[in-house]
């Protein structure tokens, strides 16, 4: 029980903007810290931000830091991630994820014990 959807994933340019979607259905989503992870194609997948289950408290990681917001809706089961000034990367999976225990922090990745399918982002040059 439990499914988290990724959502807005397209090809951009360098320097555009983009907004990520992850809708959490059949799931408690209030009282979860979320994330959001990145995965390019051979490499290991990085948490790139995350919120808290009140967000009150975020934190990402230095290569995002300043042009990546994270945010939540509760009433909506959802979170977000706004992508600002894009780097030519290539092509990257985004993935959210959902921590396994209400009312505490994501300490790591095997906190989060919910995962959407991924939803695909291309920048180009």
């Known amino acids: 029980q439990g499914q988290l959807v990724e959502s807005g994933g397209r090809l951009v340019q360098a320097g555009a903007s983009l907004r990520l979607s992850c809708v959490a259905f059949?799931?408690?989503?209030?009282?979860?810290?979320m994330g959001w992870f990145r995965q390019a194609p051979g490499k290991e997948r990085d948490v790139i931000t995350r919120?808290?289950?009140?967000?009150?408290?975020?934190w990402y990681a230095d290569v995002v830091k300043g042009r990546f917001t994270i945010s939540r809706d509760n009433a909506k089961n959802t979170v977000y991630l706004q992508m600002d000034s894009l780097k030519p990367d290539g092509t990257d999976i985004y993935y959210c994820?959902?921590?396994?225990?209400?009312?505490?922090?994501?300490?790591?990745?095997?906190?989060?014990?919910?995962w959407g399918q991924g939803t695909q982002v291309t920048v180009s040059s």
């Open positions: 994820a959902a921590n396994g225990d209400t009312y505490g922090a994501a300490t790591s990745m095997s906190s989060f014990c919910y």
């Open positions: 059949g799931l408690p989503f209030g009282s979860r810290a």
């Open positions: 919120i808290s289950w009140s967000g009150a408290s975020t």
